[in-house]
């Protein structure tokens, strides 16, 4: 990769100064509209793999979630970087549990 986080940032500031998300009245930085969009995408992430669709279909599915994501962190003002490293840390530190449909790596326990 020769993008770096500060690279992908920029380019979906762009894009959100290009269509003038920060206005109130375009409702582009309301995060319980941003959220609706996220889910609608991981459904259409979904229905690549259930439909067989293409690898290609799949990457650009999961491109739209990751700008999407970006663009999350910049309608809340959120250092997602700094964010991302404080997680990691943490997570790196926990268990992992084998549930019914696979290992998961959690704070939480086994009842």
Same mark, same amino acid.
């Given at each position: 990769?020769?993008?770096?986080?500060?690279?992908?940032?920029? +380019?979906?500031? @762009?894009?959100?100064?290009?269509?003038? *998300?920060? +206005?109130?009245?375009?409702? /582009?930085?309301?995060?319980?509209?941003?959220?609706?969009?996220?889910? @609608?995408?991981?459904?259409?992430?979904?229905?690549? *793999?259930?439909?067989? +669709?293409?690898?290609? @279909?799949? #990457?650009? @599915?999961? #491109?739209?979630?990751?700008?999407?994501?970006? /663009?999350?962190?910049? #309608?809340? %003002?959120?250092?997602?970087?700094?964010? *991302? %490293?404080?997680?990691?840390?943490?997570?790196?530190?926990?268990?992992?549990?084998? /549930?019914?449909? /696979?290992?998961?790596?959690?704070?939480?326990?086994?009842?």
């Amino acid at each position: 990769m020769s993008q770096t986080y500060a690279d992908m940032l920029t +380019k979906v500031k @762009e894009f959100h100064d290009k269509h003038e *998300f920060s +206005k109130k009245e375009n409702n /582009g930085h309301d995060m319980a509209y941003r959220i609706l969009l996220t889910i @609608e995408e991981l459904g259409e992430l979904s229905e690549c *793999f259930t439909k067989g +669709k293409p690898e290609s @279909e799949k #990457a650009e @599915e999961l #491109a739209d979630i990751l700008i999407l994501i970006l /663009g999350h962190a910049i #309608a809340m %003002d959120v250092d997602l970087e700094s964010a *991302f %490293d404080l997680k990691m840390k943490e997570i790196m530190k926990r268990p992992a549990i084998k /549930g019914d449909l /696979g290992i998961r790596v959690t704070k939480y326990h086994q009842e």
